[in-house]
C-alpha cells in the first residue's frame, strides 16, 4: 500500500478543467474517503460530469493534481488510469448494443479471453446482484431494457475487481422498482473494498446510499460532509441545491 488507510483513496486539488473555449472546472477539492459511497450532487451544469471525465483522463485537467491511492494521475492517459484499477460508468451507459451480454462482459474483463476465463464466483455474485444478466447472456445488448442495459453497464464496471468506480446518474430513467434493484446493488457492492463515487439527481438515492457527500456549483465544491446530515437539513438542502431531499423521497 503507498498510502495510508485513512488517507482518501481520490484526492483532487484545485483542479481546473478546459473544454475548447469553455471553462467548466474552477478548481475543484475533492477527498474520496476509502472504502466509501461518496455522492458527488449538484445543478445541471454545476461540472459533475466533466468532474468524473477529468479524473478518467477523458478530458485533462489544465491545472490542479489528482491523486489516486498515492499516485499523480493527472496526465496520465485513461487506459493507464483504468489499469491501476478504476472503472468509470458514463451516464450513455457505454455498452456495445451489437455484442452480446457476454461478449460485453467478457470485453469489461481484462484478465479473461474466453468468458470461461471470468472469475466464476464473482460471475454468480453478479448473476445474484443483477438476475436479468445471467437471463439474457447470450441476447444482444442493445434489445435490453433501459434499465437490463443499466445494470449491464454497473456490472461491466465490476466484473473484475476495482479499487474506485465512477458512477454517472445510474438510476435516470428507471422505474422505481428498478431503482430499488440498483439501490440493493449498490448496498451489497459497498460491503467489499471497492470504493465508489457516484453524481445523482435522484435525492432519494443518494440518501439511502451516501456515507459522504460534496455539492458541486459553478465549477467547485461547495459544500462536503456526511450525506446524513445533508438529508436531514431542508435549509441547507434548498440553499445548495435549490430543492428539498424530502421533497424528492
Do not use: C
Amino acid at each position: 500500500m503507498n498510502s495510508s488507510s485513512n488517507a482518501p483513496l481520490l484526492k483532487l486539488a484545485g483542479v481546473q478543467t478546459h473544454i475548447g473555449a469553455y471553462h467548466i472546472l474552477h478548481g475543484v477539492d475533492l477527498d474520496v474517503p476509502r472504502g466509501q459511497l461518496t455522492m458527488l450532487l449538484g445543478r445541471n451544469g454545476a461540472g459533475k460530469t466533466t468532474t468524473l471525465r477529468t479524473i478518467m483522463g477523458l478530458w485533462q485537467a489544465s491545472h490542479g493534481s489528482i491523486v489516486f491511492d498515492g499516485h499523480d494521475i493527472t496526465k496520465k492517459t485513461t487506459p493507464e488510469i483504468a489499469q491501476r484499477g478504476i472503472a468509470y460508468v458514463p451516464e450513455s451507459m457505454g455498452i456495445f448494443s451489437d455484442l452480446s451480454v457476454k461478449d460485453n462482459m467478457l470485453l469489461a474483463a481484462r484478465n479473461a479471453k474466453r468468458a470461461e476465463d471470468i472469475d466464476g464466483k464473482r460471475l454468480d455474485w453478479i448473476f445474484d446482484l443483477f438476475p436479468a444478466i445471467k437471463k439474457f447472456w447470450l441476447h444482444p445488448a442493445g434489445k435490453l431494457s433501459g434499465g437490463q442495459k443499466q445494470m449491464l453497464a454497473v456490472s461491466r464496471a465490476i466484473v473484475e475487481p476495482r479499487k474506485l468506480i465512477l458512477i454517472d446518474e445510474p438510476s435516470k430513467g428507471l422505474a422505481p422498482a428498478i431503482i430499488a434493484n440498483m439501490i440493493a446493488a449498490f448496498r451489497e457492492l459497498k460491503q467489499t473494498d471497492t470504493t465508489i463515487l457516484l453524481v445523482e439527481q435522484n435525492f432519494n438515492f443518494a440518501r439511502q446510499l451516501g456515507d459522504t457527500v460534496a455539492v458541486m456549483d459553478d465549477g467547485k465544491i461547495v459544500h462536503r460532509g456526511a450525506m446524513a446530515e445533508l438529508a436531514e437539513d431542508d435549509a441547507l438542502q434548498t440553499r445548495l441545491l435549490g430543492l428539498s431531499l424530502t421533497a424528492h423521497q
